[in-house]
């Protein structure tokens, strides 16, 4: 649904400055301050330390691209790079107490573990991780320029639910939950996808059913959520 109406959106868009109606080539350059929206949602909607970090990282390039745009600083792509290792930085920083993944010495081998609170980092590289945990209670997974497969198929959810943010950008996390969770998926996709492929269970047919909320933003990447 979300796809398709922004492919309407975007064919209007550009419908109308063949028309002279609407001037596009005017307001492209304002597009950082799509960045700049995720970056506030992000601060705002975020529990985690490593998840509000990641939205200043968004809000902090989003407002430099921005002002380079409309000319308020004359600053090339040469002079701005830096300003990634600084982000990195900030998201090593915050996220200290993660497991990192830079690279995976067997990546067709998957970790397992047990742990109730997830907290896992790929960064150039990938995990593979499957919870066995009876008490899942959420946690912050981030990719960034990597891969994260997670699954929760053997875990469970001692109360009604349980929040999980996942962040991607330009990387990618597949989610595998159990067929008895519901999946409450409230992510944002910022030039990437946040996707719900679960198939919903009727907790009037079914009493008890766990809700797992997934948060986060997929920025110029993707995460799949299925069960």
């Known amino acids: ?32 301050a799509i960045l ?26 989003g407002g430099i691209f921005l002002a380079r745009n409309l000319g308020y600083i004359d600053l090339g792509m040469r002079e701005i790079w830096p300003l990634f290792l600084v982000g990195l930085g900030l998201l090593l920083l915050f996220q200290r107490t993660a497991e990192w993944h830079v690279k995976v010495p067997n990546p067709s081998e998957a970790r397992v573990s047990d742990v109730n609170t997830l907290n896992v980092s790929a960064i150039f590289g990938g995990a593979k991780r499957v919870l066995t945990t009876q008490d899942f209670q959420g946690g912050h997974v981030l990719a960034l320029f990597g891969g994260v497969e997670l699954d929760l198929r053997q875990a469970a959810i001692v109360g009604d639910r349980a929040v999980l943010e996942i962040d991607a950008m330009f990387g990618g996390v597949e989610l ?22 679960t198939l919903q269970t009727n907790p009037a047919l079914v009493p008890g059913v766990k809700q797992l909320i997934v948060k986060g933003a997929a920025v110029f990447g993707g995460v799949d959520v299925k069960n």
Request: charged share 10%; hydrophobic share 50%; glycine share 18%.
């Open 176 to 197: 595998k939950i159990p067929q008895s969770w519901n999946a409450v998926v409230e992510g944002t996709g910022i030039f990437g996808g946040y996707a719900d492929n």
């Open 1 to 32: 649904m979300v796809p398709g109406l922004i492919l309407i959106g975007v064919g209007a868009l550009f419908f109308l400055s063949n028309l002279h109606i609407f001037y596009l080539r005017e307001w492209v350059r304002f597009w950082p």
């Open 36 to 61: 700049i929206a995720g970056g506030i949602v992000k601060l705002v909607d975020s529990t985690v330390a490593g998840g509000r970090v990641f939205g200043g990282v968004l809000v902090g390039f």
